[in-house]
Each structure stands twice: as C-alpha cells, then as structure tokens.
T-cell receptor, first 111, second 114 residues
Framework: DVKVTQSSRYLVKRTGEKVFLECVQD?????MFWYRQDPGLGLRLIYFSYDVKMKEKGDIPEGYSVSREKKERFSLILESASTNQTSMYLC??????????FGQGTRLTVV | AQSVAQPEDQVNVAEGNPLTVKCTYS??????LFWYVQYPNRGLQFLLK??????LVKGSYGFEAEFNKSQTSFHLKKPSALVSDSALYFC????????????FGRGTSLIVHP
C-alpha cells in the first residue's frame, strides 16, 4: 500500500514559534505538495516540489518555507507562527501524471 | 490557466437514490481529471480519474464519472447512495500541456439521509 505519513495529527503551538511539519512518502514520487485547507476555501497550494532541493511557490506561500533534502521527505516550516495560520495542513505526493496520494493531515492550532 | 468549479456547496440525497456531484473544468489543452473523497479529520482519498480513453470511468466504492468534453464536465455519480457515502468530495484537474500541479475545486459536501 502506498503511504504518505505526516508527523503529527494534531499540533498546538504558540504565536511566534517556529513550527516544522514533516511529511514522508514511500512511493519514490517526484512531486510533493503542501496544501492548506480551510472551510469554504477548499485546498490552497502553499508550496510544491518536483525534485530534491527544487521548490515552487504556490498560491499562498507567505509566512511559510519548505525543505526537500531527500526525495521522500518534504517539510513545511512556519517561520513565526501566527493565529491566522491555524488550519488543516495536507501533504501529498504524486508521479508526473498520476493521482496524488495524501497524508492524514495535521490540524494545527496557533494560540 | 486551469480551473475547476464545483457549483454546489452541498448535495442532499436519500439513501438508495442515485447521486450526482457536479464538476466543470477549464484548461487550455487536454485535461487529466480526478475525484477525491474526504472523511472528517482525514486526508483526501483518491476515487477515480480520467486520463484518456473511455469517457465513463469507474472507481472505488461503486462511484463512476463521465467525461464530457463538449460540456467540459466530469460529474461524479453513484446509482444507489449509502449513508456511509456522506463526506466531502473534491474534483481536480490538471492540464496535460501545463504544470505538474493539479487545481482542486472547493469541495461539495454530500449528505445521504437514512
């Protein structure tokens, strides 16, 4: 079975903290994605990576950065967490033309 | 540019009745089309896809979708709804001549009443 694993299901952080969300896939996929999901807004792309050390900004990259040092791992970093970053974060991976496989999601609350 | 629209925020259907969740898309080239389902506090699960070939695509859990190029639609259907089908459904599109990044619709909440 294919698998995308996110390091935490639920996370509570304080305003101003640096937050790391980790995502690992075991399918040797080139593409990896970080999305943010908010009610009524659907999925919004934060960052995309198509290869190791390669990244592209998505629709809402402000306040976020990413790291992809190894093919299987794609990390999302909140440089200084703010309350408006409270959300559900979804990681996904895919081959070039196939469907995306999603992790179980991380529900982040910033207080 | 590519885009996808799910015109209904919510669809209500009685158990045992057929269901349809609508999706229309816009791409400059040819589309790859996908449907996903999301249960509460979970990630998205892949249901089915259209890449090429037969316009009627069958997927998981008895769902199917019909690709209609002239109407630029890819509606999700099931002949007989189950209460357990109640979930959030997302349509996604990728332009075959464009980037690797799929665009998702805003999602449609399907509620199946007993």
């Amino acid at each position: 079975d294919v698998k995308v694993t996110q390091s935490s299901r639920y996370l509570v952080k304080r305003t101003g903290e640096k937050v790391f969300l980790e995502c690992v896939q075991d399918m040797d996929h080139e593409n990896m994605f970080w999305y943010r999901q908010d009610p009524g807004l659907g999925l919004r792309l934060i960052y995309f990576s198509y290869d190791v050390k390669m990244k592209e900004k998505g629709d809402i990259p402000e306040g976020y950065s990413v790291s992809r040092e190894k093919k299987e791992r794609f990390s999302l970093i909140l440089e200084s967490a703010s309350t408006n970053q409270t959300s559900m974060y979804l990681c996904a991976s895919s081959l070039i033309i196939t469907e995306a496989f999603f992790g179980q999601g991380t529900r982040l609350t910033v207080v | 540019a590519q885009s996808v629209a799910q015109p209904e925020d919510q669809v209500n259907v009685a158990e045992g009745n057929p269901l349809t969740v609508k999706c229309t898309y816009s791409v400059s080239g040819n589309p790859y089309l996908f449907w996903y389902v999301q249960y509460p506090n979970r990630g998205l699960q892949f249901l089915l896809k259209y890449i090429t070939g037969d316009n009627l695509v069958k997927g998981s859990y008895g769902f199917e979708a019909e690709f209609n190029k002239s109407q630029t639609s890819f509606h999700l259907k099931k002949p007989s709804a189950l209460v357990s089908d109640s979930a959030l459904y997302f349509c996604a599109v990728r332009d075959t001549g464009g980037s690797y990044i799929p665009t998702f619709g805003r999602g449609t909440s399907l509620i199946v009443h007993p």
